[in-house]
Nanobody, 126 residues
Framework: QVQLVESGGGLVQAGDSLRLSCAAS???????MAWFRQAPGKERELVAAISWSVTTKTYADPVKSRFTISRDNAENMVYLQMNSLRPEDTAVYYCAADSSPNRPVLPSTPAAFGSWGQGTQVTVSS
């Protein structure tokens, strides 16, 4: 398993932007990566995922056209650019790495991801 550390969260106003970063301790180029979020009293949900090959990305419906996931395999980094933030985006955001390398299908459920960061809080005020 790799160690993942998220950064970039904070308190912003509705309409603002944030860029989350996820730094991995080891090579993640063979693993699909994802961002999940969990709001108080709610289940952890997928925000966005990107395949190990970088050819496939998926987004949750509420964030489509506002959020963009990207990765830099040379630096073992994953990013989540969040624009037009809304109060309902308030949550702890987690970076996660697939438990299996070179998976042919981009996973989207928490059970498929074996490494998790500690999370970074994003709070959007109205």
């Amino acid at each position: 398993q790799v160690q993942l550390v998220e950064s970039g969260g904070g308190l912003v106003q509705a309409g603002d932007s944030l860029r989350l970063s996820c730094a991995a301790s080891g090579r993640t180029s063979s693993y699909s990566m994802a961002w999940f979020r969990q709001a108080p009293g709610k289940e952890r949900e997928l925000v966005a995922a990107i395949s190990w090959s970088v050819t496939t990305k998926t987004y949750a419906d509420p964030v489509k056209s506002r959020f963009t996931i990207s990765r830099d395999n040379a630096e073992n980094m994953v990013y989540l650019q969040m624009n037009s933030l809304r109060p309902e985006d308030t949550a702890v955001y987690y970076c996660a790495a697939d438990s299996s390398p070179n998976r042919p299908v981009l996973p989207s459920t928490p059970a498929a991801f074996g490494s998790w960061g500690q999370g970074t809080q994003v709070t959007v005020s109205s």
